[in-house]
């Protein structure tokens, strides 16, 4: 829900720089940081990761234009290091298929790394409270609380940006004007764009009232789907990889489990 699906000159020049400068000293620092650590062996994991979450964003829930982020799956298996990196390998990826403006990598990058490192502790705290045994309900649980605080501030950055970002957004089989649902294949499948969001089809002149509207109406309907996918993806983890989903694959292990193959 954090990704901005915004083309490039919409947003002003300052707010665009300064997304850009911040994003690039945050990936120079997670490289610093990732060094210290046994990066050869956590390269593998990263690359899985970042293909797994390219494909998710690269795919559209059509009825709600809400595309499965796997942010929170990403940032419990990478940690918020090598998450951050992972952001930003996808992002230009993302923005060179098309997904969003190429100017708004850096606001992107601050966004996603933002989402894996809040998914992150949050997961690991509700785990260290209700237990290893109920991963899956702290994986529900990390998920919609990331998801309503990352949407949250898109819509504050929305908000920053004067309003001019909030008619890019892709609203799907959702009237803006009424919120209400329309049959999202009354005018063809193709025309809702199954494979990913069309961030220039949406309603013009829409406020950032309206806009805050719209992306918290559909906004719970997605953090529901991303919560169970996440749920499920982490639990079958857990049982084959225990120590990616409690340890951490960014910090040192106090104890791996026995027949855990990260211990070797």
């Known amino acids: 829900m954090s990704h901005i699906h915004i083309p490039d000159g ?24 990732a060094r210290r650590s046994d990066i050869r062996r956590k390269v593998p994991l990263l690359g899985v990761v970042a293909a797994l979450v390219l494909v998710a964003m690269s795919t559209e829930v059509v009825p709600i234009a809400y595309h499965v982020n796997l942010t929170v799956v990403a940032g419990v298996l990478l940690g918020p290091w090598l998450g951050a990196i992972a ?14 403006g190429v100017t708004v ?28 045994r109920r991963a899956g309900p702290a994986a529900v649980a990390a998920t919609i609380l990331t998801l309503a605080l990352t949407t949250t501030a898109l819509v504050g950055l ?31 499948i193709v025309s809702v764009n199954t494979l ?27 953090w529901l789907i991303e919560a169970l996918v996440t749920a499920a993806v982490l639990g079958y983890v857990a049982r084959v990889r225990p120590g990616l989903v409690f340890d951490g694959a960014s910090g040192a292990p106090a104890r791996r489990p026995a027949g855990d193959e990260g211990a070797h």
């Open 10 to 33: 919409v947003l002003p020049v300052w707010l665009v720089a300064l997304g850009w400068v911040a994003a690039l000293a945050l990936v120079w620092l997670a490289s610093r940081r």
């Open 87 to 100: 952001a930003f390998i996808v992002v230009v990826m993302l923005a060179l298929l098309g997904h969003g």
């Open 105 to 132: 990598i850096g606001l992107n990058t601050l966004m996603i790394a933002t989402e894996m490192a809040l998914g992150w502790a949050l997961f690991r705290g509700l785990v260290r409270l209700m237990g290893r």
């Open 158 to 188: 929305v908000a920053l940006a004067g309003g001019g970002a909030a008619g890019a957004r892709e609203t799907g089989a959702l009237d803006p004007a009424s919120l209400s649902f329309a049959n999202p294949f009354s005018g063809g």
């Open 196 to 222: 990913r969001g069309a961030e220039t089809t949406a309603a013009p002149g829409l406020s950032v009232a309206r806009f805050a509207a719209v992306v918290y109406t559909l906004g719970p309907i997605g």
